[in-house]
């Protein structure tokens, strides 16, 4: 990747501007413990980026429980979100975003809904992303390319002007999929299973001083 070339900067969501996904991660276990299925909070790290009624398939083809009804173990899953989160912002990304814009096209690539993607961004960064792609907008989820191919073509820019940035690994794939320069921070994973990324950063304070250090 060469940074002089760089436009665009396309962040995913959770994991990466926000500190949501133990909720995330809480609300599986809750609604799949109604129907005594027994997960690992790892297991839900891993699947970090796909849509939740996704996740949840998954899980019960792996249990061979695929007679419970994943739609409805979804929105139970949503509601127990809704009532538990905390969320927060990584400190100082706000404000660190709000300069890079200036000069840079920002955007936000999730496989949220649109519901929560526009709650967050306008809650913690508002007027600074030009693009925002959610979970509804796509037909593919990561680690399909489209979430990110569908960002660039939004921006109008072309793949070698963008990076992207993920913590996720099904993410890192996404982006490598789309054929996209990517970073990887380890918010809830080992640094290890992102290592397709072009450059893995261990935390977020990594992160904010290479983003410092080259678009500010
Ligand atoms: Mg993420």
Same mark, same amino acid.
């Given at each position: 990747?060469?940074?002089?070339?760089?436009?665009?900067?396309?962040?995913?969501?959770?994991?990466?501007?926000?500190?949501?996904?133990?909720? =995330?991660?809480?609300? &599986?276990?809750?609604?799949?413990?109604?129907?005594?299925? %027994?997960?690992?909070?790892?297991?839900?790290?891993?699947?970090? +980026?796909?849509?939740?009624?996704?996740?949840?398939?998954?899980?019960?083809?792996? %249990?061979?429980?695929?007679?419970?009804?994943?739609?409805?173990?979804?929105?139970?899953?949503?509601?127990?979100?809704?009532?538990?989160?905390?969320?927060?912002? &990584?400190?100082?990304? *706000?404000?660190?975003?709000?300069?890079?814009?200036?000069?840079?096209?920002?955007?936000?690539?999730?496989?949220?809904?649109?519901?929560?993607?526009?709650?967050?961004?306008?809650? &913690?960064?508002?007027?600074?992303?030009?693009?925002?792609?959610?979970?509804?907008?796509?037909?593919?989820?990561?680690? =399909? *390319?489209? *979430?990110?191919?569908?960002?660039? %073509? +939004?921006?109008?820019?072309?793949?070698?002007?963008?990076?992207?940035?993920?913590?996720? *690994?099904? +993410?890192?794939?996404?982006?490598?999929?789309?054929?996209?320069?990517?970073?990887?921070?380890?918010?809830?994973?080992?640094?290890?299973?992102?290592?397709?990324?072009?450059?893995? &950063?261990?935390? =977020?304070?990594?992160?904010?001083?290479?983003?410092?250090?080259?678009?500010?």
């Amino acid at each position: 990747m060469d940074i002089n070339q760089i436009k665009a900067l396309l962040f995913d969501m959770d994991g990466v501007l926000i500190d949501s996904m133990r909720y =995330h991660t809480k609300s &599986f276990l809750q609604a799949f413990r109604k129907y005594d299925v %027994k997960i690992k909070e790892e297991k839900i790290y891993n699947l970090e +980026g796909k849509e939740d009624i996704y996740i949840i398939k998954d899980i019960l083809e792996q %249990k061979n429980l695929e007679n419970l009804d994943s739609k409805k173990i979804a929105k139970e899953r949503r509601e127990i979100f809704n009532q538990i989160e905390r969320t927060k912002v &990584f400190d100082g990304m *706000p404000e660190l975003l709000k300069k890079i814009t200036k000069e840079y096209e920002l955007s936000v690539v999730s496989g949220s809904t649109r519901r929560n993607l526009n709650n967050f961004v306008n809650k &913690f960064y508002p007027n600074i992303f030009d693009c925002l792609v959610s979970g509804d907008d796509l037909s593919n989820q990561k680690p =399909h *390319p489209e *979430p990110f191919e569908k960002c660039v %073509k +939004g921006v109008n820019i072309e793949k070698d002007e963008a990076i992207a940035i993920e913590n996720a *690994p099904l +993410g890192v794939e996404s982006v490598k999929n789309a054929e996209l320069a990517c970073i990887a921070v380890a918010t809830y994973v080992q640094p290890q299973s992102l290592k397709e990324a072009d450059i893995v &950063f261990e935390n =977020h304070k990594e992160l904010k001083a290479y983003l410092k250090n080259n678009f500010l």
